[in-house]
């Protein structure tokens, strides 16, 4: 059997064990284990396993995973979160769907602090569901809007998913930061702007909000929400300005969320233990799945399957568009079955020498990458954030309500990604002014 041979039945093993639901880190790193022991024996898939995972782990760039957690677990518990959507509440009730608009301004605010979109669902579906039902919304607006709103940590800086890719493709993490950030921001006005008509039309989705807010309690409300913007614009700013490198900026924003927290009452040692605690454990579970992923791209360059893509991508003569709509497919299909960052790491390895064979900008195509991620988080049957968001509703809400709501916003994503493939400037245009 050619080596190649052994590569192609990797793969497809690989999928089979997915599709019987192994976890992803067994099946990548256990298939690619066995593989380099067929094409080249014991002692390098020994040697392999000794030094790759180590020097995985140590890397300088991927120090900023843990530090952007660290931030978002010591905004959530220490309340950053709950005043950024008390004030947004204020502010904007009068709005038709007033609640849904804050809660979706309310999860950008917050990814732009946490980097996880499971996160941001999680902290902001806790303080907005309950509300929103409170005062009679339509359950599958209230569920569907946190659902697709919590997506937005995975594109709006920090991003975990931008320090994964740029590490897997050697691209400047701190410009695939800053390139989600347009992309980021359009997406939460898009959703703002489906939620405002979609109310206007049938205001039975959203009735109005009798209470009576002054705006002595609004501005109350706003000055209690600066740490949030202070700690976003530090990180964000650092990075764009060059200041700072990703790792850096995310070391300072992980202090000063903790002085911040200080500052208000709110930091006790139950708070630094919990902070802490949910850092290492999601760390260790994106590591861990990660370093398999590693081992997955060193098998296949071994067995000879990037030059082989490449070699076929060139003779079918792919545009930039096609192979973007065929990553596009791939990425649908996988993530119905599995966890997006984990079809990112099964699908880069493959798709990477099709991508610098066909010449394309990478990281346009990590803007890509990452927002099929978040297409992926909502898209059934395995859809993350919608399973988040039915455990935080609890018994009130079906599992098919909050699909059923997610709906409206997976047709927005279309519209945004028709318009990120057709305008790459809109993702280019910031990291060509870093450091300017």
Known sequence: ????????GALVAILILLALRVPIAFVLGGVSFVGIILVRGWNAALNMLGSLPHSFASSWELSAVPMFLLMGAAAFQTGLTQSLYSAARLWLNKLPGGLAVATNFTAAGFAAASGSSVATSAAVGRLAIPEMLKYGYDKGLATGTVAASGTLGALI??????????WFTGESVGKLLIAGLIPGVMTGAIYTLMIILRCMKSPELAPKMTEVVTMKEKMQALAAVWPMPVLVLCVIGSIYSGIATPTEAGAVGAVMAFVIGAAKGKLTWSVLWRSMDDTMNTTASLFFLAIG???L???????????????????????PVQLVIAMAIVFLLLGMFLDPIGVMLVTLPIFLPAFEAADLNLIWIGVIVVKMIEIGLLTPPVGINVYVVKQVAGESVSLSTVFRGVGWFLACEVFIMVLLVAYPALSLWLPEYMGH
């Open 293 to 295: 992923a590693v081992i």
């Open 297 to 319: 791209t060193r098998f296949l360059a071994i067995a000879g399957i990037p030059t082989f893509i490449a070699e076929v991508v060139s003779d079918l003569g792919l545009g």
């Open 157 to 166: 800086p920090p991003s975990i998913a931008f320090v994964l890719y740029g």
């Open 1 to 8: 059997m050619t080596d190649l041979a052994i590569g192609g």
